[in-house]
């Protein structure tokens, strides 16, 4: 595997369900993020972490929480989402914080019902 | 705060047209500018950047050149094929108190060529 994954690709949830979208970076980089895609709507940062540590919570709503065990991996675990939740969840990463180039994964499709 | 604005989508050309999206920003600082293109079913892919005003960025034929008194970044290319169909975002990017770089993006343009 090379780059940025994602896994999974598709999800459907209901607004009682738990589960998590997991990101794997093969770059060796140290900072990961999540972004939030909605129609018709810029891409929305969540959070950041650099190092593992969580250096950014952009308001998010405590039904998403992340989790970021080593500098490859960041989970985001969701419980209790909204249909307004319903969006393309994207993971990147860069090389460290402070630079700019990120490089994506293709994202995971959530639907919430 | 930073915001992007670009022009709305979608854009349908033939093969070989010519192609603009607009793009003007609005930044406190001094951003550092990007196109991101994102084909069908995929992630974000950096398509191109410049770093400061007048710089032009250029890949596959595209091309944008930073434009600090008219604050914008407009994506070209002289020739568009097919295979050019994707959704593009134009997004700056600025240091903040946070110690990363923050990257704003616009809202994506639609681009859709046909034969």
Known sequence: ETGVTQTPRHLVMGMTNKKSLKCEQHLGHNAMYWY??????????????SL??????NSVPSRFSPECPNSSHLFLHLHTLQ??????????????????????????????? | GNSVTQMEGPVTLSEEAFLTINCTYTATGYPSLFWYVQY????LQLLLKATKA???????GFEATYRKETTSFHLEKGSVQVSDSAVYFCALSDSNSGG????????GTKLQVIP
Do not use: H, I, W
Request: proline share 7%; net charge negative; glycine share 8%.
């Open chain 1, 36 to 49: 939030k895609q909605s129609a018709k709507k810029p891409l929305e940062l969540m959070f950041v972490y």
């Open chain 1, 52 to 57: 593992e540590e969580r250096v950014e919570n």
């Open chain 1, 83 to 113: 249909p307004e939740d319903s969006a393309l969840y994207l993971c990147a990463s860069s090389q460290d914080p402070q630079t700019y180039t990120q490089y994506f994964g293709p994202g995971t499709r959530l639907t919430v019902l």
């Open chain 2, 40 to 43: 069908p079913g995929e992630g």
């Open chain 2, 54 to 60: 007048d710089d032009k960025g250029s890949n596959k």
């Open chain 2, 100 to 107: 990363y770089q923050k990257v704003t993006f616009g809202t």
